[in-house]
């Protein structure tokens, strides 16, 4: 099956800790998103990628890194820095992301709690 | 940048009825409008899109108008049916990334 798959589905991490977020795709595309949803927020978005060892800063990028070392992997880590990091995390792909702009698909969404 | 407002933040309606969610975007660039319907703790599903050489676009029960002068597109779902209950997004971009509404809520009554 073609998807995208992120993991874990639930996330619990203890104040002041790093996490990573694992979003992976085997649909053969260029670009890779990562969205935080809050609840009345929508969908806003923390980083992108558009090709593999390229990334950029979205709209609430602060307190969030990330790396794109191969193209079917766009894993978020969530820093200490980050102030209020409980919330639903989306990974998101696209055919090509600088071009034109397409379909997103998402993946499931892994839920973080941080205690 | 490009802003997407959207409106209403809650709908319902009875089954069989239909329901009109709406929204406005700032940026004349954007030539690209999805919409997708999310279900609770899921990701979100693409359910129809519409690209801006486009003014109406049908899928069954489904259909998206585009206004370009005016920057605004619908969603229109005929028949309801209480399996369209979830969230609604809709999404206007250019140059490959989107910017979403704040959503929709609908609930569908039998």
């Known amino acids: 099956d073609g998807g995208i798959t992120q993991s874990p589905k639930y996330l619990f991490r203890k104040e002041g800790q790093n996490v990573t977020l694992s979003c992976e795709q085997n649909l053969n595309h260029d670009a890779m998103y990562w969205y935080r949803q809050d609840p009345g927020q929508g969908l806003r978005l923390i980083y992108y990628?558009?090709?593999?060892?390229?990334?950029q800063k979205g709209d609430i990028a602060e307190g969030y890194s990330v790396s794109r070392e191969k193209k079917e992997s766009f894993p978020l880590t969530v820093t200490s820095a980050q102030k209020n990091p409980t919330a639903f995390y989306l990974c998101?792909?696209?055919?090509?992301?600088?071009?034109?702009?397409?379909?997103?698909?998402f993946g499931p969404g892994t839920r973080l709690t941080v205690l | 940048g490009e802003n997407v407002e959207q409106h209403p933040s809650t709908l319902s309606v009875q089954e069989g009825d239909s329901a009109v969610i709406k929204c406005t975007y700032s940026?004349?660039?954007?030539?690209?409008f999805p919409w997708y319907k999310q279900e609770l703790g899921k990701g979100p599903q693409l359910i129809i899109d519409i690209r801006s050489n486009v003014g109406e676009k049908k899928d069954q029960r489904i259909a998206v108008t585009l206004n370009k002068t005016a920057k605004h597109f619908s969603l229109h779902i005929t028949e309801t049916q209480p399996e369209d209950s979830a969230v609604y997004f809709c999404a206007g971009g250019s140059q490959g990334n989107l910017i979403f509404g704040k959503g929709t809520k609908l609930s569908v009554k039998p």
């Open positions: 998101a792909s696209s055919i090509q992301g600088a071009i034109s702009t397409n379909e997103q698909f």
């Open positions: 990628s558009q090709i593999v060892n390229d990334f």
């Open positions: 940026d004349s660039a954007s030539n690209y």
